[in-house]
């Protein structure tokens, strides 16, 4: 296993539809526990594959406290959405140290498979639907943030593109003194 790059928003990449996986196989779960390894090591709660620049059809969540419940979910559909939304305070590892709310499903019941190709469905509230819906919109190349004002929107862009700099600046500047 390995820790996988995550991309930071605003790259472009993250804004790629992802494809149905249609071959499960030890490419697939391989990638499934690389991007379990790196969404614990970040740390977070979810992850896309979309946002270790791979864009097929897979996510991996966990939502417990102690790392006991990690599920793939591959090909996922939502085929079902309470009509009660509720505003959740949502981050991303794409978009590190930054949080705001956005309304989701309060529930939905998702249709997926897991990396041996089995299909299951999980009925789904809370924290948990909150990952769901949120690692299903990096499948279809929408961060988080686009739900957002545009004006803050441009801000958190800006803020990331500086930090982004920054890292490079002194990324270079390590290099340079070895």
């Known amino acids: ?6 991309l930071r928003y605003p790259d472009p990449r993250l804004h790629k539809v992802a494809k149905p996986v249609t071959v499960f196989d ?15 090591d970040a740390p977070g709660v979810g992850l896309a594959a979309s946002q270790v620049d791979v864009h ?7 939502t417990t406290e102690d790392r006991s ?14 009509p009660e939304m509720k505003v959740y305070d949502e981050g ?17 019941k998702v249709r997926a498979f897991d990396a ?10 809370g924290l948990l639907a909150v990952c769901i819906q949120h690692e299903m919109d990096h499948l279809k190349g929408k961060v988080f ?3 957002l004002s545009p004006l803050k929107r441009n801000r958190i862009k800006a803020k990331m593109i500086k930090e982004e700099r920054e890292l490079a600046r002194a990324n ?3 290099v340079g003194q070895r």
Request: with cysteine; glycine share 4%; charged share 30%.
């Open 172 to 174: 270079k500047q390590r």
């Open 26 to 40: 030890e490419r697939i779960k391989t990638l499934v526990a690389d991007m379990a390894e790196t969404m614990y």
């Open 116 to 125: 041996d190709g089995k299909e299951f469905e999980l009925q789904a509230d």
């Open 92 to 108: 991303c590892l794409s978009v590190p140290g930054v949080y705001d709310g956005v309304e989701r499903h309060a529930e939905v």
């Open 145 to 147: 943030v686009e739900y």
């Open 1 to 6: 296993m390995s820790i996988l790059n995550i």
């Open 56 to 62: 097929e059809q897979v996510i991996v969540i966990d």
């Open 69 to 82: 419940e990690l599920r793939a979910y591959i090909n996922p559909e939502i085929i079902w959405a309470s």
